[in-house]
């Protein structure tokens, strides 16, 4: 064997510095994009059509809900359609374990109803109702990332 190969606790330790250094880059990444679309919203009124909670099933069988609102929203330009609750690349952006938070989420949206819309400037389409971001998902991967990069340096010392 040669003097310079790498052993099992170095490999160890690039994989945990390497996929910490990622897990905390997407997770910055995320966080600040969330909030960079909540600081440029647009604040307009819309029209609540319906609302449900759907399903997503994960793998290993596990189960998360999603609040959904249909909505219809006005920009200087044109009328457009929404289901978003929270800013995100998607309806997706907020997922609730137990449904019943998921119904709380959305308990207040009537159809017919009146509400604030918060829509990008930048992109008409990507509206949301809660302008709150969700940030939690974001900041755990910078934590996680940051205690794997921890890690992985305190095995190379």
């Known amino acids: 064997m040669i003097g310079s ?17 990622l897990l905390a880059g997407v997770g910055g990444r995320r966080y600040l994009r969330l909030r960079a679309v909540a600081r440029r919203a647009v604040e307009t009124t819309g029209t609540i059509n319906g609302k449900r909670i759907q399903l997503v099933r994960g793998s290993g069988g ?12 006005r920009t200087p330009t044109e009328r457009r359609e929404g289901t978003t609750v929270y800013p995100g690349n998607s309806q997706f952006a907020k997922q609730f374990g137990p449904e019943s938070a998921a119904e709380t ?35 755990s991967l910078v934590v996680i990332g940051l205690a794997a990069l921890v890690g992985g340096v305190l095995l190379v010392v």
């Open 5 to 21: 190969a790498i052993g099992v606790v170095d490999l160890l330790a690039i994989v945990a510095i390497g996929g910490g250094l």
């Open 62 to 73: 596990s189960q998360s809900y999603v609040p959904v609102v249909d909505y219809e929203y």
């Open 105 to 139: 989420a959305v308990a207040d949206y009537e159809p017919g109803g009146q509400t604030t819309v918060y829509y990008d400037p930048d992109d008409p389409a990507h509206s949301f109702l809660i302008a709150n971001p969700q940030t939690a998902t974001a900041i």
